[in-house]
């Protein structure tokens, strides 16, 4: 049996292709899944010096007890961290999902002056890094304080839960807006203008027809903001000083110090730390998808 050249050919790019696709797998979940072989296996296992061993000889879930177990240190930091990350990044994304969609949907439909320039200024600022924020930021915060102090409130804002959603809001909003406008762009306005002429408000029709026509967007969008609060360090790391307000990157790397760091303890907290968006992105995954392509056409 002879092949063409062009079948060969057809033949080798499949490969080609297929090879490829293994490798960026394999580039992404070794990782990951070092990660999980780590948190099962015991400490003296994991810096022994001798012949390295891909799975644990005595394997176990020490690690996973000591985080759930408050009676120590380690296990109250981590569930006070652990809450603090939920609430923070829960309130994050509704308040960007909120106020973001308002204000998209102001910048896609109506007649704003200057709306593109808006645009545009939101979007810098989410390119900005964020440690040239930080001491804006600190300074701010440290006046509010002073401010407070000086009329005899009770009242701080530095190393509390309520800073951060703040301080992330103001970095994720923007981009919320900017994804959100995409999506109502490529609602046809038609559908709007028929749904005012059957006799509802602007606010009405925002409400019946275009929020439920760009529900995956919604939700892509939200999950996208909760992930952005969710691994967000730097913020965390100068603007927290006890558990009060500490989130779960910030707790991970404590588990780190001069003299030893707990790399099994690390390992299970940062499987634990992955569960929540793993968990987001398997429930929502048709969402996701369709939400991240179905706003890509204008904007």
Known sequence: MRWSAAYVIKRIKRIGLLLAVLAIAVWTLAPVAWLGISSITPYNELISDRQTHWLPQNPTLANYRVMFDVSRQTGERFVYALRNSMIIASSVTAVCLVAGTFAAYALARLPVRGKHVAVL?????????????????????????YAFLNMGWEFHLFDTKL??????TTFILGFVIWIMRGF???????????ARIDGCTRVQALFRVLLPLSAPGLVATGILAFLSAWDEFLLALIFTRSTNAATLPLFIAELGSQYITAYDQISAAGMMAAIPPVLLALLFQRFIVRGLTAGSVKG
Do not use: K, Q
């Not at 600190?138 to 509010?144: G, K, L, P, Q, R």
């Not at 800073?163 to 992330?168: E, G, K, P, Q, S």
């Open 121 to 145: 200024g939101l979007m810098s600022i989410r390119m900005l890094p964020t440690i040239a924020l930080v001491i804006p930021f600190f300074v701010i915060t440290s006046y509010i304080d």
């Open 163 to 168: 800073n951060l959603v703040i301080l992330y």
């Open 184 to 194: 109502f762009l490529t609602i046809p306005a038609e559908l709007e203008e028929a």
